[in-house]
């Protein structure tokens, strides 16, 4: 079942949303060579904490970390570590905070020093494809519509969209109806209400789309060996048009 949310209900939804791009924002300018994800992953604690918003992940069918780490060919759900990331790595910080009951969650790609042209740019059109995608979220228009323009944006640059994540509904819980790959036809799928709230967070691959996952149970990487972006906005459909509730 797809829980609409009231106006009122958006309003207070974006709490959560903004101290998760409060978040990216303040990471930003933390990223450099040297620094481990596990320090990333400390500052989140102590960010949420300070801002008065609950990790939600944590515990989260045994995920054990407030944020997913996820460097190079993993795709998402990487743990944080110890290992300093490098000039030339690319990682995508992943982060769901609850405040006040509500969910927000947003990921965002991040590169480390100075990256190759093919990272620079697998991380401009998988940017691309989450806003060309939004900007389809609109009443009346159907997933398909959204995911449409989000598949075209990145096979037509040469990359591969994954298949075996969704994007979903963003509530009181993480993890909320509809679910979806981001691919998709025009006019087809569930058609956009408002007062709809959901995920477009689409992982966007420089081979093949095929993902494995690590022993760990969680770590999703490119089965190529390829590099993945991704980047991810929590959305509220409205009457005037898609809300972006994670916007940094
Ligand atoms: N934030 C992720 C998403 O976009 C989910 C995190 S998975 C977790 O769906 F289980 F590790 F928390
Ligand atoms: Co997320």
């Known amino acids: 079942m797809v829980i609409l949310k009231s106006r ?9 949303g903004r101290i998760v791009a409060a978040f990216h924002q303040a990471i ?9 994800t596990l320090d990333i992953e400390s500052f989140a604690v102590r960010f949420l904490k300070e801002n008065g918003a609950k990790a939600y992940t944590i515990g989260y069918n045994g995920y054990p970390f407030a944020t997913c780490a996820s460097v190079n060919d993993v795709i998402a759900h990487g743990f944080p570590n110890q290992k300093p990331l490098k000039e030339g790595d690319i990682v995508k ?10 969910i927000g969650d947003s990921a965002w ?7 190759s042209e093919e990272a620079r740019n697998l991380m401009r059109v998988t940017k691309e494809c989450l806003y060309l995608g939004i900007e389809k979220a609109v009443v009346g228009n159907r997933i398909g519509d959204v995911m449409h323009a989000v598949q075209t944006h990145a096979e037509r640059n040469g990359f591969s969209v994954v298949r075996d994540l969704l994007g ?15 691919v998709g036809n025009p006019g087809k799928g569930f058609r956009l209400k ?25 770590t999703a990487r490119t089965a190529d060996g390829s590099l993945s972006a991704q980047y991810e906005h929590t959305i509220a459909i409205t009457e005037d048009g898609p809300m972006i509730l994670t916007a940094q």
């Open 109 to 115: 790609c991040y590169a480390v020093g100075e990256v």
């Open 168 to 182: 979903h509904g963003v509530g009181r819980e993480m993890h909320e109806e509809p679910n979806y790959a981001h």
């Open 194 to 218: 408002e007062g709809m709230v959901f995920t477009i967070e689409p992982m966007i691959n420089a081979g093949k789309a095929l993902m494995t996952v690590d022993a760990d149970g969680w």
């Open 8 to 16: 009122a209900e958006i309003e207070e939804m974006r709490k959560a």
């Open 28 to 36: 930003a300018g933390m990223i450099r060579p040297g620094v481990t």
């Open 93 to 102: 910080i992943d982060i769901v905070a609850e405040a006040d009951g509500w």
